[in-house]
Structures are given as C-alpha cells and as structure tokens.
C-alpha cells in the first residue's frame, strides 16, 4: 500500500466483519487512503477557517455505523459555495504530491459538478470506464460537494434545473470530444481533440453550467442541494438552516462535522435510515488499487 500521513489504529487493516458484511483487507486499505485524504482536507479547512459537513453516505455512516457504511467504498463532504470556493483556492496551493485537488479548472474532464481530493500514486477507476481514453487523475479521491440554492417557486425551479441539465449535456459532449473518448480512430476527431488539448480550449459548457449552478445564492431561499452534481428536482434538497448549527459526529477513529438536525436531514433522503438494507457502492464496479498509480491504466 502506498505510504500514508497518518497512522491507523493497530489491526485497523485487518480484514472484519460488520452488519453480518465482510469488509476486506484490500477495502480497508481504500479506506485508509480515503482517510489520509480526509485528514488532509481537515487540516487544510482548520488553517484556512473553511466549514465543511458530512454528506450523503458519510452523514448516514457517522449517524448509524460510527464509521463507513460496511460496503461503501467513499467519502462525501459538503461545502457551502462560499466555502466551497475558499477551499478550491487554499487546496491548490496546500495540496503536493501524491495530493491532488482535481477540478475542471485543473485537470480538464471529469465534468463532475463537484472537486475531489486525490491521492495519485492510486487508482479508481470505474468499471464502465475502463478502456476509454481519459487520462485526467483517477486516483483513489474523496468527494467535496458545493451547495447551492434553489428558488422557491416550483416553475422556476423546474426551468432553472432544466437549463443545468442541458448545460452539463453540452459539457459532457465537449468531454469527449477532448479525450477523443472511446479511442474512436477518426481523424478528424482526433486533430480537434487535439487542438483542444494543445490551445487549452476552456470547457465552455461547462464553466456556464457552473456559474449559472450559483445563481439563486444570494437570495434568501429555503432549500439548497448539490445540483452541480445531480440536477434533479427534489434529490438531495436540504433545508439552508440544517447547515447553520453543526455538531461532531465520529467517524472510524476521527470526527466529523454534521448537522445537528442530521435525523431530518437523512430521512429526507433515505426515508427509516435506522434500517440496514445491506447494498452495494453507489458507483458500481470499481477497480481499486492502492499500490499502483492509475497511470498503470490509462494507454
């Protein structure tokens, strides 16, 4: 396994079973370098005075597990746009190697709607991934979510998230055309994915996409959600005050922050979260490697 920033508690590594669910050695050393990278995220926002919560799966893993979920293999944090922004800034001077904060501004592809904190000496790689040509990092990462608001009125709510929906289309579109995805043998593909590549053609897309995601921040709405990374209605909205009071909640042998009403916050989203339904990675297959670069990979 790579070499790591922290130290893990003795037998951390070892191979256990939770919830009537066996999670590997090999997952446990996942975790463990999504957990280096969380420390690092920690004290990048402790230096820089940037607030962060616990989201989606990790919020569910703190208030039911104390920890990861037994068969999930990620880390999900939430930041404020503000916030989100701050970090963005400080990470890309406080992040060096294997570190890496990735983001369209820095490392042109993913077209995620979200950052992700990387350790490159790693490999992620999605399975329906595999083979196509993108050579932007896919190291093991952790997952930083902006939050931003939504209107109130439903129509405007609904025409709003249409528009994102079909900003980051076009943005995936402009994705593919620069990493000539799925090794097409066109010519003409190729020389303009090339000259993408080479004149460092922005993303025009999806920069748009981005900054119309922060378009009701400003004004004093109810709901927000990570609509850069799921613009669908009603997924994932959050009340604004859920975030306002913040509490720490444990998290295999650190803490994280979460909201205090974090019982709302998660049966909103996963309706009686106090009741195991045993599942799998939200990401499907994925090829995990923590000896080896996810250069290893890419042709």
């Not at 570190?99 to 501004?105: I, R």
């Not at 004149?199 to 927000?224: D, V």
């Not at 979260?273 to 990401?283: C, L, N, Q, T």
Request: proline share 4%; with cysteine; net charge neutral.
């Amino acid at each position: 396994m790579v070499k790591l920033n922290i130290t893990l508690p003795e037998g951390f590594l070892n191979e256990e079973t939770r919830c009537d669910y066996t999670i590997s050695s090999k997952m446990k050393e996942v975790w463990a370098v999504e957990l280096d990278l969380l420390c690092k995220l920690q004290e990048i926002c402790k230096k820089h005075n940037i607030e962060y919560f616990a989201d989606g799966g990790t919020l569910l893993g703190c208030a039911r597990h104390n920890g990861f979920i037994p068969w999930d293999d990620d880390i999900d944090i939430a930041m404020t746009r503000e916030n989100y922004t701050k970090f963005c800034k400080a990470a890309k001077e406080e992040c060096f190697y294997p570190y890496f904060l990735q983001t369209e501004e820095t490392d042109p592809g993913p077209v995620d709607g979200y950052a992700k904190l990387c350790n490159s000496d790693t490999a992620m790689i999605l399975k329906c991934f595999e083979g196509r040509n993108f050579k932007y990092n896919q190291g093991i990462c952790i997952d930083i979510f902006p939050q931003d608001k939504i209107p109130d009125d439903e129509t405007e709510q609904k025409n709003f998230l249409e528009r994102l929906q079909y900003l980051r289309g076009k943005g995936k579109q402009f994705r593919n055309r620069l990493h000539n995805d799925k090794g097409e043998h066109n010519i003409i593909k190729s020389i303009l994915a090339f000259f993408i590549r080479v004149l460092h053609i922005k993303n025009w897309a999806y920069f748009k996409f981005e900054k119309e995601c922060q378009k009701y921040n400003f004004q004093n709405t109810k709901y927000m959600a990570s609509i850069s990374f799921r613009p669908v209605r009603e997924i994932g909205f959050c009340e604004v005050a859920l975030y306002k009071d913040l509490i720490e909640l444990p998290f295999e042998f650190i803490t994280l922050p979460a909201p205090r009403k974090y019982d709302q916050y998660l049966t909103d989203f996963y309706g009686d979260w106090r009741v195991f339904k045993k599942g799998a990675s939200f990401h499907g297959d994925v090829i995990f490697d923590t000896d080896n670069s996810y250069k290893k990979y890419i042709k």
